[in-house]
């Protein structure tokens, strides 16, 4: 059973960069491809970002492309989000997510573990 925690959520203003975080316990981190979603108010859950297990490999939503950056230490067993140019309508929870078997990495039904979430607020 792997523990995902996401911290580093906060209100910011239109422009501005948040970086997120989330660590893992309880598993071989290094493993999982990881993922990041989010969650606007009455929308459905969607695709922001994953890296493959070893970092190699990125893939990005079109919303966030050239704005947000995935990566990951292995070492920390922690994934980062670096979320740069934010907008207002990047408001939403951000959740991280593991999934063991790389594959259709946009769907949320093929992540094994999810964490709590974090919001960001982006004022405009």
């Known amino acids: 059973q792997v523990q995902l925690v996401e911290s580093g959520g906060g209100l910011v203003q239109a422009g501005d960069s948040l970086r997120l975080s989330c660590t893992a316990s309880?598993?071989?981190?290094?493993?999982?491809?990881m993922g990041w979603f989010r969650q606007a108010p009455g929308k459905e859950r969607e695709f922001v970002a994953v890296?493959?297990?070893?970092?190699?490999?990125?893939y990005y939503a079109d919303a966030v492309k050239g704005r947000f950056t995935i990566s990951r230490d292995n070492a920390k067993n922690t994934v980062y989000l670096q979320m740069n140019s934010l907008k207002f309508e990047d408001t939403a929870v951000y959740y991280c997510?593991?999934?063991?078997?790389?594959?259709?990495?946009?769907?949320?039904?093929?992540?094994?573990?999810w964490g709590q979430g974090t919001q960001v607020t982006v004022s405009s």
């Open positions: 997510a593991a999934m063991r078997t790389y594959r259709d990495y946009g769907a949320a039904s093929n992540y094994d573990y």
């Open positions: 309880g598993g071989t981190f290094s493993s999982y491809a």
């Open positions: 890296i493959s297990w070893s970092g190699s490999s990125t």
